[in-house]
């Protein structure tokens, strides 16, 4: 066996430890005759270590990210291998900055990642910075983009090593961090040391997947640690002890399981040698101890010469599995303030616990995990109930109370079951999943007979409804209904469960169950304008606007008269429903701003994005910047909507590479929360934008999440996914299957059941489908569609030169065509307007009037090239070509490095030339004056357009394509005009 110097000891995670002076009395002593001697030596990971040291030295040589994940059961090594490398880092001069993830609580979401900036070797962060960003964790994507600005920053500075270890305890901020930044990153010479224990659902296992997308831009090495052999185990001994160990000995290391975190322990404890403990991160409440039951239960065996009283509080202390005040101890364990000084004197004196900055924990975390399993399992879980009722007097955080609550929870357990669905209703706007779990562990351990049974029942229901999980709504609420007699409780949940039906998508069943409950005699007036505000909101989709109507001015008068607030926000919704799907997009605005002054600020994106319809978008991105500026003010369930505002913002806008990136966070962040509505309308933009550029291939694998039949969830907005196909079809070369596909929205299309006619962006698509198929009726329903749309928003130019440009098109009228680009000109859309340009010079050329075809085409040529939309310009250089014109700006298909530089947007080209001359990315931004989250962005839009992988590589391509000419990217590569 083969050593490596350099490295830390054999001691593991939490440090290696001795046991107390008690422990030298039980049935573990050994004589250690021989002197300790101090080891540098990591046994049986020289493989490892190998690999490690050659990504660190790839990294330091190429200037390349890469990721190193260490992963492996518990005990067996990994932080003190993790460790070694870190020194190792250190010692070839990178800056290294080492965390732990946050311990079960999860009390400080995103601070791992942080604080290992912060306490690198040489920081990463200031104080300040630190601070600046703490403030924007509610924001993940603003904190991904100044994390990665910093470490931009850092990276140019020098290689960066960032050890972040117990990754299977990472909150969902830190692993929404991890699951972007490497990629992110890829071209700066950070490696990212990742350390956790094999979990199924660990953020290890997605990183992992990183080497594996996107043309594998990231090298990823996982190392997973299998146990040490015996003889490993026996010079770990032998390095500790000095000499061969003992038979005592020998015979106990057997017992480890190949685990050297438990043979240090063990071999620390018998020796009399104290090692550092780090009490920072305490093992899983939730988790049986991974040592050895027998080894756990002779460590355990150091308690028996302790007072019961002190027993009892280090019992209570291992289940509270986190350092605690004198205090809480007291009120833990019921002892007066003198007997509970006198209680921790004892186990403090006994070497069992300490006492560190005010706070009590356990000296050794090997004597926690020995306590915790050796408690039989009843006395455990009283042990959590008590924890969790403290916890939650003591206003602890909910996630907290509620792992403690639902440990201890046991069938008629009705204050656990309270305590466990108020930690779910805390969460539900912001961990989904995990609230729906927690609601349905705290209705499993009520009974009917119990007096909270329909009031928490009731709860549950609105919770599940809330996180999506219908079917388990709709069961719990029927359950409940069974025991009841009917009445106004009974009139509530069913109401809730209307609500969490109608949010599902399944509008017949919603309606079913409001008419059902309206039958009653028994509902209070209240609940009864509850269920018709609902039913009338549930009939916006099943019977359209103008059935509903009516319905709806009466519920909410009838709300109005009552005073009910819920009953009002059900029917101003429906009202907005209404003149939404009626094309009446002032009035939609005008009701959501009424529900902002009812239920601020729920329905912010939704009035966003009716300003965007109204062609108010210098609005719309006001309000938006507000939102970034001022996040504190929306609550974090508001992040993907304000997301999905922002988003259409910059696709409407032309800003494609922007649009394309906040769709993909947006996928990421849909898929980690399970928010399927969001990941579909995401999947659909990365697909539209694909589709503007031409990649095919892309938008079918995109639209591949969304694939088969529509399902309830797609039901609710089934017309995005749909027409996006619909596009894919065409494009593919089949208008005529695009136009079957588009039948069923289109029968439906004049009942105003569904906003998407108006929309002006798909109509002029869908025009298009139907020219390329010669289908004229469709080309009729698509124009009375536009002209419609036009009439009720009145002086809104998308709308009306829409309407124009269809109808132009139609009846091949080129002075309505070019009466619709004029008025477009003036809007503010520009993909609206080049698509306009480009029927237009289209018919010119028909009609034999090619330089006025040339003009309109060319300039449609260019804001398609300015919004990166190349499978529009290749399109338009086709019909330019047919005849006879040619242009040097034009991009092949296949381009090489001079003509990758004309494919970026003026934006770009001089960020690329300012970087490729060197400058930093706060450098650039100053010169552009634009922020450099901006800089930020634009780089990694750059590095895809021209192929590459680092500044360095940017810099040389620049030099030898751009500065060897003497002349800029356009001079000297051509102008872009003739």
């Known amino acids: 066996m083969s050593s490596l110097a350099n490295g830390p000891t054999g001691s593991v995670k939490q440090g290696g430890s001795t046991m107390p002076e008690p422990m030298k009395r039980s049935v573990l002593r050994a004589p250690a005759t021989r002197r300790v001697v101090a080891s540098n030596i990591l046994r049986g990971r020289t493989e490892e270590m190998t690999t490690a040291l050659h990504i660190l030295r790839a990294t330091s040589r190429w200037g390349r990210g890469q990721v190193l994940i260490i992963t492996g059961e518990p005990g067996l090594g990994k932080s003190s291998l993790a460790q070694a490398i870190t020194a190792a880092a250190g010692a070839m001069h990178f800056r290294t900055g080492v965390a732990s993830a946050d311990a079960i609580a999860q009390l ?103 080497r594996d997308s996107r043309a594998a831009q990231i090298a990823v090495e996982r190392l997973d640690l299998p146990p040490l052999s015996t003889q490993a185990i026996l010079e770990v001994a032998h390095d500790r002890l000095g000499g061969r160990p003992p038979a005592t000995t020998v015979e106990l290391l057997m017992r480890v399981d190949g685990s050297p975190f438990l043979a240090v322990q063990v071999i620390d404890a018998l020796i009399g040698r104290p090692c ?22 002779a460590l355990h065996r150091t308690l028996l010469g302790l007072s019961p009283q002190a027993v009892d509080t280090i019992q209570i202390l291992a289940v509270l599995s986190h350092p605690a ?30 006492q560190s900055s005010g706070r009590i924990a356990f000296r050794y975390p090997l004597v926690r995990e020995a306590v915790f399993a050796d408690l039989a399992e009843q006395a455990r879980r009283a042990l959590h109930r008590r924890c969790a009722t403290h916890l939650a007097a003591a206003d602890a955080d909910s996630v907290l109370v509620a792992v403690h609550a639902r440990e201890g929870i046991e069938p008629g357990e009705t204050e656990c079951a309270a305590l466990v669905m108020q930690s779910a209703a805390d969460l539900v706007a912001t961990e989904p999943q995990a609230a729906g ?163 601020p600020p729920d329905f912010f994106a939704q009035e966003v994005m009716a300003l965007q319809h109204l062609d108010r978008y210098r609005d719309a991105e006001t309000l938006l910047r507000h939102a970034r500026s001022e996040s504190a003010e929306y609550p974090v369930s508001l992040a993907p909507a304000i997301m999905q505002a922002q988003i259409w913002q910059d696709y409407d806008l032309g800003r494609l590479n922007e649009a394309e990136t906040g769709a993909r966070t947006l996928l990421a962040l ?40 529509v399902t309830a969830d797609e039901r609710m907005d089934p017309s995005l996914v749909l027409l996006t196909r619909i596009w894919l079809s065409a494009a593919e070369g089949e208008p005529s299957a695009a136009i079957r596909l588009l039948s069923p929205l289109m029968r439906t299309a004049h009942t105003e059941r569904d906003p998407w006619p108006w929309k002006p962006g798909w109509l ?63 809007g503010p859309r520009p993909l609206l307007l080049a698509g306009a340009r480009e029927d237009l010079g289209k018919h010119l050329l028909s009609e034999q009037e090619q330089s006025d075809a040339i003009a309109q085409l060319d300039k449609a040529w260019e804001a398609y090239r300015q919004a990166d939309a190349i499978g529009s310009m290749l399109r338009v250089q086709q019909m330019m070509h047919k005849v006879g014109c040619r242009h040097v700006g034009w991009v092949a298909e296949k381009s090489e490095p001079a003509s990758r530089w004309l494919t970026l947007t003026e934006t770009e080209h001089a960020v690329a030339q300012l970087m490729g001359s060197g400058y930093s990315n706060k450098q650039i931004a100053g010169k552009l004056g634009v922020s450099p989250n901006t800089v930020g962005t634009h780089a990694r839009f750059i590095f895809a357009k021209l192929q590459v992988r680092s500044r360095v590589q940017l810099s040389i391509q620049y030099h030898d394509e751009i500065v060897r000419a003497n002349a800029t990217p356009e001079d000297s590569l051509g102008t872009r005009r003739n």
């Open 108 to 210: 400080s979401p995103g601070t791992p990642l942080l604080l290992s900036m912060r306490h690198a070797s040489r920081p990463l962060l200031t104080g300040e910075e630190m601070a600046d960003l703490v403030t924007q964790i509610r924001e993940p994507l603003m904190l991904l983009e100044s994390v990665a600005n910093q470490l931009e920053d850092a990276g140019k500075a020098g290689p960066v090593l960032l050890m972040l270890d117990d990754l299977e305890r990472a909150d969902q901020i830190t692993r929404f961090l991890l699951r972007n930044l490497p990629l992110r990153l890829a071209s700066f010479p950070i490696v990212w040391l990742l350390v956790g224990r094999t979990a199924h659902d660990s953020v290890l296992n997605d990183v992992s997947t990183l």
């Open 764 to 826: 002029p698509i869908l025009a298009g489908i139907g020219v390329a198929d010669e289908d004229t009726a469709f080309l009729e329903r698509v124009q009375l569609l536009a002209e419609i749309g036009a009439a009720r928003n009145p002086g809104v130019t998308s709308f009306q030169g829409t309407a124009w440009q269809i109808e132009g098109l139609i009846r091949r009228d080129g002075a309505l065509l070019r009466r619709a680009v004029d008025l477009l000109a003036t």
């Open 325 to 354: 005040s004198p205090r809480d101890v007291q009120d833990l364990t019921g002892f007066s303030p003198r007997e509970n000084c006198g209680v921790l004197d004892e186990a403090i004196d006994a070497g069992v616990l300490l």
């Open 276 to 297: 550092k403990v780090d009490e920072s991160g305490e093992p899983s409440t939730t988790a049986q101890a991974s040592i050895p039951r027998p080894v756990a239960r």
């Open 670 to 709: 849909a898929r980690e929360n399970d928010l399927r509505l969001y990941e579909l309308e995401a999947a659909s933009i990365v697909s539209m934008v694909a589709l503007n550029r031409g990649r095919l291939e892309v938008a079918r694998n995109e639209l591949a999440v969304s694939q088969g039949e």
């Open 437 to 599: 779990e927690l609601a349905m562990t705290a209705f499993r351990a009520l009974r009917p007979s119990d007096g909270a049974y329909p009031a928490l029942g009731e709860r549950c229901v609105r919770i599940l409804g809330m996180a999506q999980r219908c079917e388990d709504a709709v069961m719990v609420g029927d359950l409940i209904l069974a025991h009841l007699d009917y009445g106004d409780t009974s009139g509530r949940i069913e109401f809730a469960l209307a609500q969490a039906l109608w949010s599902a998508g399944h509008w017949e069943l919603s309606s079913a169950r409001c008419a059902s409950a309206l039958s009653r005699s028994d509902l209070t007036a209240a609940v009864r304008a509850r269920l018709r505000a609902l039913q009338a909101l549930v009939g916006t989709r099943l019977r359209g606007a103008r059935v509903t109507r009516k319905p709806v001015e009466a519920a909410l008068r009838e709300a109005r008269r009552l005073e009910d607030h819920e009953a009002r926000v059900t029917a101003l919704h429906a009202l907005a429903e209404v003149a939404r799907n009626s094309a009446d997009h002032a009035g939609y605005l005008s009701y959501i701003r009424q529900l902002q002054v009812e239920a």
